[in-house]
């Protein structure tokens, strides 16, 4: 029997699910949960940070408070990169859904204007690297947001969105195109790593195809360095020109992003002639002009034209 005034603590009924083994069990703290999710997926603490707005040093002590609140390591540290271990992988599946709940909340009470569909198009090389965790990123504040992409040349998406097919397009801008240049992108040759494509003369060269601004910058840097080339293959697939370069029979230019792991970057110190980095633009269908199309556009501006 529970004395009123004794040594033994009263617990009420309505608090008892809370109390296990004789520990308080708190509920789990979101904001841990996203950090944990952002380590999980970008690899390290470094990685992370940016993604949740905070330092490297905080997130590693977020990680730390993290495990030390359930009890049991989460992550497996690495010199250089963290991955989770079995509890980690477990807790990650769990992460995922309650953030995904705790968006969607939000978001029906805060934005309910917030739904609808936007078609973003992109070319297939900035689709493969660059955009994935900046979608992700948008849809952890629209999770009612469905955003389609349609993946042509920029050449094609341009008058896709002039004819209204597409509502936003992000495009390797052309020279001669007015279009506003929304950030550089650094532009690379890329060669396999276990072959030497870039000693043979004439260069053999892998090439998007005719009109694409990519093309354009590796022919006029061979041509103004006087580097005689043969084409090898003409595609608009990043991932047919990547097969290419992966077997050694050529090298290729391509936007730093957009660099698989499996190709190395190559240049100056293997004579291969200086390239000029890529103007990427984002354009505007003069027919979308719903609530969902300008937060899309308005969160690409600002992320994309960042560092």
């Not at 936003?168 to 494509?197: C, D, M, Y």
């Amino acid at each position: 029997m529970l004395r009123p005034h004794g040594s033994i603590k009263r617990i009420e009924l309505e608090d008892f699910p809370r109390y296990v083994d004789g520990m308080v069990r708190h509920p789990l703290d979101l904001e841990l949960l996203r950090t944990f999710v952002a380590v999980a997926e970008s690899g390290n603490f470094s990685n992370a940070a940016p993604r949740v707005g905070r330092s490297q040093s905080a997130v590693s002590m977020q990680m730390q408070r993290l495990e030390e609140e359930l009890g049991r390591p989460l992550l497996v540290r690495m010199p250089r990169s963290v991955v989770p271990n079995a509890a980690g992988n477990d807790l990650l599946l769990y992460a995922r859904r309650l953030l995904k709940l705790s968006d969607e909340a939000r978001a029906v009470v805060s934005r309910p204007e917030d739904t609808g569909t936007v078609r973003l198009g992109v070319p297939d090389d900035y689709a493969a690297f660059l955009l994935p965790p900046v979608l992700a990123r948008f849809a952890e504040d629209h999770p009612h947001v469905n955003v389609e992409l349609v993946c042509e040349p920029s050449r094609l998406l341009v008058a896709a969105v002039e004819e209204g097919r597409v509502d936003l397009a992000i495009v390797t801008r052309l020279p001669s195109q007015p279009f506003e240049v929304l950030r550089k992108e650094q532009f690379v040759w890329v060669a396999a790593s276990n072959h030497v494509a870039w000693s043979q003369d004439p260069l053999p060269v892998a090439l998007f195809e005719p009109g694409c601004a990519a093309r354009m910058n590796v022919i006029n840097a061979l041509s103004a360095a006087n580097r005689g080339y043969r084409s090898t293959y003409s595609s608009a697939s990043l991932l047919g020109l990547c097969a290419v370069v992966q077997a050694g029979l050529a090298v290729a230019g391509l936007a730093a992003s957009s660099v698989p792991p499996t190709l190395r970057v190559v240049g100056k110190a293997e004579g291969l002639p200086a390239l000029e980095p890529l103007d990427m633009s984002l354009i505007r269908s003069a027919a979308s002009t719903t609530a969902v199309v300008s937060r899309l556009d308005d969160f690409l501006r600002r992320i994309l034209s960042g560092p």
